[in-house]
């Protein structure tokens, strides 16, 4: 059923941090929703890693499949064994950089863009997500709102339930950076 996040890679822990410039959350929020004449399907991970180095622009997100929860049990089942395959693939990640990054010296509310590598389902594409940039009292917030196909992922739908699983999802991201502290 698919997927998610927006932006994410396995996150460089450790020594990276120690950099000045450095924000990091370790509670961001993925949302994604199936939208269907028969049914919809809405699952958060409010567990998302994020990290943003404001001296060189770098973004890296990283999720683990199962920690998205669903309304209900079965679902979340259905989507961690028969869609996601998470033994084998656990994670969604991106990474890549800003591409017009703003003053982060200046509160501020900024339209950006980060391209870089978005895996999902062990399948890696390039792409470009469109987002809003919020920093304000030492913080930055980063949202996006984007659509990722089910076929661009190699994630399949059983035929028996194809009519209620969209094959486009909606995927929202909400992360709200701090100064990371060592």
């Known amino acids: 059923?698919?997927?998610?996040?927006?932006?994410?890679?396995?996150?460089?822990?450790?020594?990276?941090?120690?950099?000045?410039?450095?924000?990091?959350?370790?509670?961001?929020?993925?949302?994604?929703?199936?939208?269907?004449?028969?049914?919809?399907?809405?699952?958060?991970?409010k567990k998302s890693q994020a990290i943003l180095n404001t001296a060189?622009?770098?973004?890296?997100?990283?999720?683990?499949?199962?920690?998205?929860?669903?309304?209900?049990?079965?679902?979340?089942?259905?989507?961690?064994?028969?869609?996601?395959?998470?033994e084998k693939y656990p994670t969604?990640?991106?990474?890549?950089?800003?591409d017009n990054a703003p003053d982060y010296s200046k509160d501020g509310q900024y339209d950006v863009s980060a391209t870089g590598k978005f895996t999902?389902?062990?399948?890696?594409?390039?792409?470009?997500?469109?987002?809003?940039?919020?920093?304000?009292?030492?913080k930055i917030t980063v949202n996006s709102d984007f659509d990722v196909a089910l076929a661009?992922?190699?994630?399949d739908v059983p035929e028996i339930v194809f009519v209620k699983i969209a094959q486009v999802i909606r995927v929202k991201s909400q992360y709200v950076l701090a100064p990371y502290k060592k």
Do not use: C, W
């Open 1 to 45: 059923m698919v997927i998610i996040i927006v932006l994410s890679t396995a996150l460089p822990f450790g020594r990276a941090f120690a950099q000045t410039g450095m924000y990091a959350t370790t509670t961001g929020n993925t949302r994604f929703s199936s939208e269907t004449p028969l049914e919809n399907i809405n699952a958060e991970n």
């Open 56 to 86: 060189n622009n770098e973004l890296a997100i990283r999720m683990n499949m199962r920690d998205f929860v669903f309304p209900n049990k079965l679902m979340q089942e259905h989507f961690n064994e028969n869609y996601m395959e998470s």
């Open 92 to 98: 969604a990640t991106f990474s890549g950089k800003v």
């Open 120 to 138: 999902v389902h062990g399948v890696t594409k390039e792409r470009t997500i469109k987002g809003k940039m919020k920093i304000e009292g030492g």
């Open 152 to 155: 661009d992922h190699k994630i």
